[in-house]
């Protein structure tokens, strides 16, 4: 639940903030912000070598050695961080080839943020393996907030700028960063760095890489190659449609954080009845979410960004099923990753980062923007099945019975029960404070 609202919020921000970029900067600028943005996230992934969902594991598997994880962390960013900005930069002018000198000049600036995107991942990856979940709550709404508040204070200022709104998000994760990886050690513990935890999580995050490498290839190669292909306007559009189809994702994808830890924790049948409860779960989730998305996409992309973006709306309809797929990978994965079979969600991402690369160079020229958009949905179609045919085949998750009716009904009944525990538990709680504001005078007395 915490998770949940979590998302919830990070959903709301994440809008507010694309409206208002959407509407100050117009679509070149929406498309410039995106461009950057979307590089230095994809370069963060794939520049932590799966660094931080070993972090995941190990503090799930070894708990009683959570201070010295924590001081192993803490050193590991700084090389992880340092190596990403250098290949970041010089890889620069090719990713950025069909872009402007002034925007070339942006990126560069703003790719020096990159250790703290690594370190901040490492953080939230900590606190899911330590299961604090309501500071992994915290930690991923601080930094949303904190930039849409700096949004909106250059907006009522009448600062807004594409330099201004780079500055305002490298400072969101820098004080994000900071704040909660200043308190990790203080929570959990500190200890000295460990290289048997070093060697452990490297061996760990190397087999995570070609999962790493492939999900960023199937979800951001498409934003990355673009730049290559058409222009800022055209990168608007897609930005646009990227945003709105990943409010699926926003809302149910965040559950792998809750499900990797206490799967990996848990050593009886319980885990695999959690993939299986909440995969059906987001899975239903997801789909009617994306159906009332698609239905109201042609008046909710013009009343909320304007008519200049009704180009995004195509675009969108051709995201929206792949997206509900490349959801529902997120929790089959962790069921890999949580069986200690992080190498058998590579070979899914990696096949369907293989089908986006092939798909992207025979589509883009010809097809755009639309082209990305139909590839990327056929590669999360191929890596949900593929991934969910590993998890059966390597730990004998009951595929059959998890997608039977009667399943379904029974995570409904469940879900309403477990809701209806929570709002009884809020009326006694609300009870007994009314009782004790009741009974104040005669205990004064």
Known sequence: MLTFVGSGLTLALNLVTGILAARLLGTEGRGELAAISSLALTLSWAGALGFPEALTFLQSKWPAESDRIVGTAILGVVPLGVG????????????????????LDHAR?????????IGLNCVWALLSGHQRFGALTASRVTQPLVFAITLGAMWAAD????????????????????????????SIGLGRPSLSV???????GLRMQGQTLGALGSARLDLTLLPAFVAARELGFYAIAVSIASMVVVLFGQLQLVVFPVVARSTDSRGPALISSTLRLVLLASTVVAIVLGVLAPWLVTL??????APAVRPLWLLLPGIVFWTATSIVASGLQAANKPGRASTAQLVGFSVTVIGLLLTLPQFGILGAAFTSTASYTLTFWLALWLLHRHTGFPVRETFRLRQFGSDARWL??????????SQRAANDDASSSDSAPDLLK
Request: no cysteine; proline share 5%.
């Open 109 to 117: 600036l703003f790719l020096l943020v990159l250790p703290a995107y």
């Open 304 to 309: 909320v960004y304007g008519n200049e973006f």
């Open 84 to 103: 990403t900005v250098l290949i970041a930069e010089a890889l620069l002018p090719v990713a950025f080839a069909a872009q402007s000198a002034r925007t």
């Open 416 to 425: 309403a029960g477990r809701l209806r525990q929570v709002r009884q538990r």
């Open 159 to 186: 600062a807004f700028t594409v330099p201004g709104v780079l500055m305002a998000l490298a400072g969101s994760y820098l004080l994000s960063f900071a704040a909660f990886g200043g308190w990790l050690p203080w």
């Open 198 to 204: 070093a060697r452990t999580g490297l061996n760990y």
